[in-house]
């Protein structure tokens, strides 16, 4: 899915779960923010959100029984190992390929899971 301008969270990501929906949306705030205010301190929160939110959807998709839940952690796992060898200032690049990966992330690997939690 292409990346939204200005990058923000829309219904066309919308999953049917409030709860990751929601938390959907914090990951898109958190890659703004680092867009427009590009610092340590920000990037340690934009990491947080997303560990935290992944670490949620997980949990949800073992409660569920979700036959996808190791492939889609790793996919996860992936991202976090990619986030956390970003240095502060993130270039823009980096930056652009984060946007990009969340906006492919959530139709094409978490829709997988709609009607299934």
Known sequence: MKVPAPFCWTKDFATAYENIDS???TLFNGLFALSEFNTAAQLNA???????HFHDEQGQMK??????????????????????????????????DGMAWLCNHIPTEDFKYKGKL
């Open 23 to 25: 938390e959907h949306r």
């Open 46 to 52: 934009c990491i947080e959100v997303f560990s935290l």
């Open 63 to 96: 409660r569920a029984n979700y036959a996808g839940t190791q492939e889609h952690t790793d996919i996860h796992n992936g991202f976090m190992d990619q986030m956390r060898g970003w240095n502060s200032p993130v270039t823009q690049k980096q930056l652009m």
